[in-house]
């Protein structure tokens, strides 16, 4: 089944990287795109109109998390993601598979599908291939995932890694097949998932694997989980040798500013990640000139906003000094303007990255933010 009211058209290339327009029923996402994380329908602190202003094109839900509560038939009760949040854009829904890792102390796995003990009161909840589409598509999202098993790599242990990895690979691909036959809504999209560990040739099988199931779009799972960052370009450079160029690519998880242009390098259209608000309730901001640890105390009296070249709402109208205050006596109201600028410091990156593209200068834009990569403001 192919969804009606999706399609993906490449609009420029410089090298493997590339820029395009994703369709989508709820609107076009202009691509390389980055995911604002509202993994229970909300981005933490920040306000859909907000989320608007600062460039978000698309979303991401997490389906565990909302079956667990408010649960699907509430939403779609409430008109689906869409008419429950009041964002009117795309959504994507993660099918619950990082759970394997996030909940791998409260989880039991077999064949059929996965067991959780919920943390919030110990209720025993499961997600099968066939469920979480069937959860997702009640959701309403524009792009639901395949339940995969995401495996966290172990290299200390390596005969046994060696077997489990491609045991982890071999049930997602068998997890595909019963996915796409599950599916039964054609006004939405569904993604297949590589996995295959640390394992090159494991990556390339997944990936040929899940072609031949026949999607509308393909994700790298299972990465940013420790490797290094060379492994993982290698990892996902043997992955998109599979994939076909005319299907939207997608990292799953990884948000920092060189791990997005190393994997837009290699020709990746998508992005998700908490990175942005993560680091932003803690402090953390991602800047032009390096990361700001906005909590040190030298910033006491600075009166220069976070980062000078930034357009968000925040450098516009908030000092160092007024910010290091709100994040050092936990007033949340720092925390959201920490978490803004670092979300528009993000969605601007990969603007800057469409026009590089665009122009043919997408390797000047690595180099610099590669050179920040280590610089501290």
Same mark, same amino acid.
Not at 81 to 98: A, I, K, M, R
């Given at each position: 089944m192919k969804a009606s009211g999706f399609c993906f058209e490449v609009t420029a290339r410089d090298g493997a990287a590339r820029s395009g327009r994703l369709a989508t029923p709820h609107g076009v996402v202009e691509t390389p795109a980055f995911m604002c994380v509202a993994t229970y329908g909300a981005v933490r602190g920040v306000s859909m109109p907000v989320l608007e202003g600062l460039g978000a094109q698309i979303l991401l839900a997490n389906t565990y998390h909302l079956h667990e509560r408010p649960g699907e038939d509430t939403i779609a009760g409430l008109g689906g993601l869409h008419g429950f949040?009041?964002?009117?854009?795309?959504?994507?829904?993660?099918?619950?598979?990082?759970?394997?890792?996030?909940?791998?102390?409260?989880?039991?796995?077999?064949?059929?599908?996965?067991?959780?003990?919920?943390? $919030?009161? *110990?209720?025993?909840?499961s997600l099968t291939p066939?469920? /979480?589409? @069937?959860?997702?598509?009640? !959701?309403?999202?524009?792009?639901?995932?395949?339940?995969?098993?995401c495996h966290r790599p172990r290299p200390d242990a390596k005969e046994s890694e060696s077997r489990r990895m491609r045991e982890a690979m071999e049930?997602?691909?068998?997890?595909?097949?019963?996915?796409?036959?599950?599916?039964?809504?054609?006004?939405?999209?569904?993604?297949?998932?590589?996995?295959?560990?640390?394992?090159?040739?494991l990556r390339r099988t997944s990936a040929a694997g899940t072609v031949d199931v026949g999607?509308?779009?393909?994700?790298?799972?299972?990465?940013?989980?420790?490797?290094?960052?060379?492994?993982?370009?290698?990892?996902?450079?043997?992955?998109?040798?599979?994939?076909?160029?005319?299907?939207?690519?997608? $990292?799953? *998880?990884?948000?920092?500013?060189?791990?997005?242009?190393? /994997?837009? @390098?290699?020709?990746?259209? !998508?992005?998700?990640?908490?990175?942005?608000?993560?680091?932003?309730?803690?402090?953390?901001?991602?800047?032009?000139?390096?990361?700001?640890q906005a909590k040190s105390a030298r910033f006491r009296d600075d009166p220069r906003p976070p980062d000078p070249d930034c357009d968000c709402a925040t450098c516009s109208r908030v000092s160092r000094g007024y910010l290091r205050h709100l994040l050092s006596i936990g007033e949340s109201l720092g925390a959201q303007l920490a978490s803004v600028h670092n979300l528009r410091f993000t969605l601007r990156l990969l603007e800057r990255a469409r026009a590089a593209i665009a122009a043919g200068t997408f390797a000047a834009l690595r180099r610099e933010v590669a050179a920040l990569e280590d610089a501290r403001v």
């Amino acid at each position: 089944m192919k969804a009606s009211g999706f399609c993906f058209e490449v609009t420029a290339r410089d090298g493997a990287a590339r820029s395009g327009r994703l369709a989508t029923p709820h609107g076009v996402v202009e691509t390389p795109a980055f995911m604002c994380v509202a993994t229970y329908g909300a981005v933490r602190g920040v306000s859909m109109p907000v989320l608007e202003g600062l460039g978000a094109q698309i979303l991401l839900a997490n389906t565990y998390h909302l079956h667990e509560r408010p649960g699907e038939d509430t939403i779609a009760g409430l008109g689906g993601l869409h008419g429950f949040s009041g964002f009117g854009g795309p959504w994507l829904t993660d099918s619950g598979g990082y759970q394997v890792t996030s909940l791998a102390d409260r989880m039991q796995l077999d064949e059929d599908g996965i067991t959780f003990s919920s943390p $919030l009161d *110990g209720t025993r909840r499961s997600l099968t291939p066939e469920s /979480a589409i @069937a959860i997702q598509e009640k !959701l309403g999202a524009d792009i639901a995932m395949v339940l995969d098993v995401c495996h966290r790599p172990r290299p200390d242990a390596k005969e046994s890694e060696s077997r489990r990895m491609r045991e982890a690979m071999e049930q997602t691909l068998r997890w595909a097949r019963r996915s796409a036959a599950a599916r039964s809504r054609p006004d939405q999209a569904v993604f297949g998932i590589v996995q295959g560990g640390l394992s090159a040739e494991l990556r390339r099988t997944s990936a040929a694997g899940t072609v031949d199931v026949g999607f509308d779009g393909y994700a790298h799972g299972g990465l940013g989980l420790g490797e290094p960052r060379s492994q993982r370009g290698e990892l996902i450079e043997a992955a998109q040798a599979a994939l076909p160029e005319e299907r939207p690519r997608y $990292l799953m *998880g990884l948000g920092h500013p060189i791990d997005l242009v190393d /994997a837009v @390098a290699a020709g990746v259209d !998508l992005f998700d990640c908490v990175v942005p608000t993560r680091n932003g309730r803690h402090g953390v901001l991602f800047t032009s000139r390096g990361r700001l640890q906005a909590k040190s105390a030298r910033f006491r009296d600075d009166p220069r906003p976070p980062d000078p070249d930034c357009d968000c709402a925040t450098c516009s109208r908030v000092s160092r000094g007024y910010l290091r205050h709100l994040l050092s006596i936990g007033e949340s109201l720092g925390a959201q303007l920490a978490s803004v600028h670092n979300l528009r410091f993000t969605l601007r990156l990969l603007e800057r990255a469409r026009a590089a593209i665009a122009a043919g200068t997408f390797a000047a834009l690595r180099r610099e933010v590669a050179a920040l990569e280590d610089a501290r403001v």
